[in-house]
Each structure stands twice: as C-alpha cells, then as structure tokens.
C-alpha cells in the first residue's frame, strides 16, 4: 500500500509516464530479515530477527544494498545495553555499525558508487545487521573487491582505530617505543602489526588466562617486540631491567582501564600521552597527580564514530584504501570467525564468550 | 683562607696591580644568615637556621643580592621533604625558590642589572632563605621597584602559574566558563582575578570550613561568579540547575586531585581540558573512562619550573612585567602575611597551619 503511494507520488513528481524495465524493477518490496530492537536491555533478551518487508524502488540518491558480512563489536553491544555514546533515535532499531555489502539498485542521481560495488557504512549508526538496507549513497563508501568480505566488514572500526592511535597523537618514529594494554585485543593486534611496518617497538601487556603462552606466540609471530602478563609489570626492578636499553614509551594506549591503564600510564616517558579508547574492565583510570605536574604526561580519549563525524570523506577514504591494500597484499591480520547470519543468536551467544580472540561475524549471503 | 686564596688567583688571572676602593668592597667576607638541610625530613625538624660567611668578592658575571623577601611555598616544604620534582645537588642544601632581593654589587662583565636594582630568581632552586645571595646575575631577572616586596617576592610561582592557566591550555573568550578546586588557595584567588579581567566567569569549589561564609565572600568580592562547597557539587540535579545557563566549562583547574578533581572533570564540556598543577589532598585523580572516549576530554598537567625551564627569558619578562603592572595598578591582589627572618621557625610553623588563607612571606630587612 505504502509502495504504491509512493510509486503514485513519483509519477506526479517526475512526471514519468511509461516505467522501463529496471525502473519497474525498483519499485518493489522484497523480503528481508533484520535483527531489532525495541528497547535497551540484555542484548539475547532485547534483540529479535524480524522479517521486514522493504522498498527498494530508490529515490534519486538512494542505493539498495544486499549485505554480505557484519561484525558483532562491542559498541553494539553497549548500544543495545543503551550505555554507549550514541543511541538510536527510534525504535525498532536495528544494530549494527560497521559492514559491507554489494551494491544491488542505484538511484538516478548517484554518482561514484555503482551496481556490484562493494560498500562500506560512511559512518556509524547505519544498523548492518540485516540482509538488506536501503539508503542514501552518501551514507555508504566504496572499497576494494580484492577484500575478503569478512576483512571489508571489520575495516572501518578496529583497523582504522589502530592506524589514528598510531598516527595522531604523538609523532612516532624508528626505534621509538609504545605500550599497550589488552594487547590481544583486535586493535591491540592491529597496532602490534602497524607499529612492526613503521619499526616501532611495542610493549604488550595481557591477562595471564590458560592460553598465555599461546597468546604470546601469537602477538610475537605478528611482530610483538615484549609481551607480558600484568603482574609482571608490577615489579620494578624487573621492568627497568627488561626495559633499560629501550627508550620510554612516548604512548601508552588503554582499552581497559582500572590497573590495567595505571600500569601502561606508569611507565610513559616525559611529555608521553596515554590514549583511552575502551573500558573493558569498566573500571575507571587512577592516576596520581605527581605525573601531570612533573613529568607532564597528557590524558587523551579516541573515539572513530567521532574522527569520522569531524573529518572528510576523503581524508577516512585514504585512511580506507592504505590499510586495504595492507590486507589484500596480506601485510595486516585479523582473526575473525564467521556465522551464518541465520544463527544470529548462537553468534551473538558466541561474541559474549570472554577468551574469545576472534571477532564474531555474521555472513548474511551463506 | 679560601677568599685570600681567591683574591690572589684573580690578581694572577687578570694583572692587576692595585685594588681601587670598589674593588676592595668586592673581596670580603660578610656574616649573612640561612636556613639550611643537610638531609630530607621533616622541615620543622631537618630545617636550621645557620650563620654563613659568605665570599661577596664578585666574579666577572656575578652579583651580590641582599634579600628583601622570600615566601615559604608548598613546593619548598616538599623540596625539603624530599618529594618534590626537583632535590637539590648537594648538602647542605639552602631552600627557597622564590623571592625578592636588593642588588649591592655587580661583577664587571655584568649587564642589565645595576646596583639597587631589585631582583628575583630566573629559575627554581636558587635557594632564597637567606639574608645574602652571591650568584651569577644570569639567574635574576629585574622587577620593577614600584612593586611592594611582598608581592615582588611571590610573584614568579602562583601568579605565573594562573596566567598560564588560563593562557597556554584552551583558547578562552568572553563568556566561557573554567571550573576550579581549591579555589581559596593563592593561584585560585589569582585565576578568579584574571578570569574576571577577560569576562571568563569562574565556577569555584571550596571546602566547607567554619569560615566557610567569609571565604565565599572574598572570592566573590575578588569577582567569582559561583562559589560552592564540593558536597554541592556532587547533587546533580542542583548542579544542572545552576548551571543551566551557562555554557559548560572549556577547562578545569585541579591542585587537589582524588575526589575534588572528578567533580571538576564531571562538568567539562566535550573538548574540555583538565590541568593538574597540583595535588594538595595527596590523594589520585580517578575518572571514568567514558568522559576520555566520548567527549574528548583531555588531562594535562602545568609545573611553573618546568615552563621557564622550556621557555625564553623574554617570554617570562614580558609575563612577569604584565603581571607587576596589575599589582601595582592595584588590580591583582594576593593575600600575604609577613614575618621576620629571626623568626623563621615560628613562620614555618604559621605556615603548616592548615586552614591558613594567607602566604607567609619572610622579610630580611626587618
């Protein structure tokens, strides 16, 4: 019915008079499926996979979209809690920030994005968990089609974090030495691999679970130059041993908080700067004031939605195709582990479980 | 002993042959008095006040200061302590960064001060304690004469650090809003003043003391718009009302740290910035790592010595210069109380008595 009105109101509007084959196309209502939300909660109480029925006859700027991968990231997972820094504005909402899709239905007036491209959220807030998505061309970017889909949905939040906190905050050159907590982390890994191209020399701190050694091995095989345990870093005469012949970390990076940044931040060099970027242990940052005052250490926060909503397309585009090409020439890593969107709900079980070193994603074209 | 020795090494080096009268004055011994520390301690304790002669036969560069004024900081108490940024070299140490003395002789190289000039230290660590100073006259920098010793005595610390406060950190206009703690203490009666001169409006957190009423009327009279006890702080919906309609502040001071420092990040604008110049509670800064993420906010710290130690000669005179001006136009008040120097250990214990709302500054020449 709706459908219908709008095709009325299209004719009127632009005066079209016979429809040719794809435009008829466009205008019709296919079946899809998304996961929604009608208010926050406990993401496996609140969440729901709903059949939608969708428009697809796209309006001038509008492209329509077959999603082929979505990560489960823990930003959506606070946004559906409703403790993150942004909320939907209506419900039913549906969750998702980052992905990538294929191009199925371009609007008349869209340029730069074409059908059987592969596209990726602009920005944040898109909602990606579902199997199609209708919306402006502007609201989309391009990337490579050399990308293995799973790489092209989780490029634009973790990879692209990894490269600003490397990047932005203090110049970092050879030789000259980061540290960071939750190291085993998706970005933690991703900046171990950035730092290794650029010869910077990373101290990785991780939690001492059963698979230690193994995590080890693997953040040394990714180019980790020191990785230990938090307990280590307690002992001072043991970590002005191991670290006497490096330079002081001119950046610490936390994505945990509570002791885990009280450590990192400890052993940053003068003028150093710790950027937080996470809370996991969703404990606050404690730092005596002796730091600030005398070795003039700085305090930073990161957010991507935030550098993405203050910088331009073209800066983030560039940002976009340098790490893609790392990828495709098979230079930076991730570890993710697929599900078929279809068991949406023992994935998302899945993303919850707390020794997971891989990213959830959802494979909507399996 | 040393000094004849002296005396016949010069005549070596430099040829002369006959003294004239104003040398003869340069190379002699005069009996001056000082506090001094042989070890780290309890100032009340470790602190003695000697007598010294001092060799005043100066050298090409040098001057001999008689000291007007010195006031006893904080910072030298935990110099003496030995918890401070900076320790002295050697032992017995004289402490004192700051004060405010006479020029009586000047070397022959000596350019930029005369005799009768009134000098203060360039640098931290210069040890003003004492009734007689012989150094090189690089390490003073002139004041102007107009200015009474007691302010020319601690102009160099607190009102130095409250210009740069509100100078080098956010970039403040005519009707921003910063946020203070320990506002009653000298740099926050100090950053009111300012602030008020460039129409800054200043929320001021104090602790509610049996003078508590006469405190927020002086930092009302010296022009601070809000003036609150940290418990009202901490009720949010009154806060909210407050401050309604205000824009939120673009900067928070803190010289208190622990509790008293998150209630001042608390109300920080996203981009705000936090800095630390001090932390009289003793107690750590703890923040919740969201304000870092999603709004942006920034702690930094400020330490007045290390800033001369980075900065120009020429950057200090024109900031010390700038500032003599206000007091002597009467626009910048301080709140000092004088004893004399024969009266150092009953000063010092003035000095530790904790609801003491003045500085207390030692005079030499009374």
């Given at each position: 019915?709706?459908n219908?009105?709008?095709?009325?109101?299209?004719f009127?509007n632009?005066?079209?008079?016979?429809?040719?084959?794809q435009?008829a196309?466009?205008?019709?209502?296919?079946?899809?499926?998304?996961?929604?939300?009608?208010?926050?909660?406990?993401?496996?109480?609140?969440?729901?996979?709903?059949?939608v029925n969708?428009d697809?006859?796209?309006?001038g700027?509008?492209?329509?979209v077959?999603?082929l991968?979505?990560?489960?990231?823990q930003?959506?997972?606070?946004?559906?809690?409703g403790?993150?820094?942004r909320?939907?504005n209506?419900f039913?909402a549906?969750?998702?920030?980052e992905?990538v899709?294929?191009?199925?239905e371009v609007?008349?007036?869209?340029?730069?994005?074409?059908?059987?491209?592969?596209?990726?959220?602009?920005s944040?807030?898109?909602?990606?968990?579902?199997?199609?998505?209708?919306?402006?061309?502007?609201?989309?970017?391009?990337v490579?089609?050399d990308?293995?889909?799973?790489?092209?949905?989780?490029?634009?939040?973790?990879?692209?974090t990894?490269?600003?906190?490397?990047?932005d905050f203090v110049?970092?050159k050879?030789g000259?030495?980061?540290?960071?907590?939750?190291?085993?982390s998706?970005?933690?890994?991703?900046?171990?691999?950035?730092?290794?191209m650029?010869?910077?020399?990373?101290?990785?701190?991780i939690?001492?679970?059963?698979?230690?050694?193994?995590?080890?091995?693997?953040l040394?095989d990714?180019?980790?130059?020191i990785?230990?345990p938090?307990s280590?870093?307690?002992?001072?005469t043991?970590m002005?041993r191991l670290?006497?012949?490096m330079?002081?970390?001119?950046?610490?990076?936390?994505?945990?908080?509570?002791e885990?940044?009280?450590?990192?931040?400890?052993y940053?060099?003068?003028?150093?700067?710790?950027?937080t970027y996470?809370?996991?242990?969703?404990?606050?940052?404690?730092?005596?004031?002796?730091?600030f005052?005398?070795?003039?250490i700085?305090?930073?926060?990161?957010?991507m939605?935030?550098?993405?909503?203050t910088?331009?397309?073209?800066?983030?585009?560039?940002?976009?195709d340098?790490?893609?090409?790392?990828?495709?020439d098979k230079?930076?890593?991730?570890f993710?582990?697929?599900?078929?969107?279809?068991?949406?709900?023992?994935?998302?079980?899945?993303?919850?479980?707390e020794s997971r070193?891989?990213?959830?994603v959802l494979k909507?074209?399996?």
């Amino acid at each position: 019915m709706k459908n219908s009105l709008q095709l009325l109101s299209r004719f009127n509007n632009n005066n079209f008079s016979v429809l040719s084959k794809q435009q008829a196309c466009f205008y019709a209502t296919i079946q899809s499926k998304a996961v929604r939300f009608e208010k926050f909660g406990n993401p496996l109480e609140v969440l729901k996979v709903d059949d939608v029925n969708i428009d697809t006859s796209v309006k001038g700027d509008e492209v329509v979209v077959k999603m082929l991968a979505a990560p489960i990231n823990q930003a959506d997972i606070n946004t559906v809690q409703g403790v993150y820094g942004r909320r939907p504005n209506t419900f039913p909402a549906i969750p998702g920030n980052e992905g990538v899709g294929i191009v199925e239905e371009v609007g008349s007036n869209v340029t730069g994005i074409k059908k059987g491209d592969h596209v990726i959220p602009s920005s944040a807030g898109l909602g990606t968990w579902r199997t199609h998505l209708v919306c402006k061309a502007d609201n989309l970017t391009t990337v490579s089609k050399d990308l293995p889909v799973e790489y092209a949905s989780i490029l634009s939040v973790n990879p692209c974090t990894a490269y600003r906190l490397l990047n932005d905050f203090v110049d970092l050159k050879q030789g000259d030495v980061i540290i960071q907590n939750g190291a085993n982390s998706m970005v933690g890994l991703l900046v171990i691999q950035l730092a290794k191209m650029r010869g910077i020399q990373t101290i990785n701190l991780i939690r001492q679970r059963p698979n230690y050694e193994l995590t080890v091995q693997r953040l040394k095989d990714l180019g980790a130059d020191i990785v230990m345990p938090y307990s280590f870093s307690n002992n001072n005469t043991s970590m002005n041993r191991l670290l006497s012949d490096m330079p002081k970390p001119k950046l610490a990076l936390n994505c945990v908080g509570g002791e885990a940044a009280r450590v990192v931040a400890k052993y940053l060099a003068d003028d150093g700067v710790m950027v937080t970027y996470g809370g996991m242990s969703k404990q606050p940052i404690t730092l005596p004031t002796g730091p600030f005052i005398f070795n003039n250490i700085t305090l930073k926060g990161f957010w991507m939605t935030k550098w993405v909503e203050t910088h331009s397309k073209e800066e983030r585009k560039k940002m976009i195709d340098e790490l893609s090409k790392l990828v495709v020439d098979k230079k930076l890593l991730a570890f993710m582990e697929t599900f078929k969107f279809s068991e949406f709900n023992y994935a998302l079980e899945k993303s919850f479980e707390e020794s997971r070193e891989r990213k959830v994603v959802l494979k909507m074209d399996e």
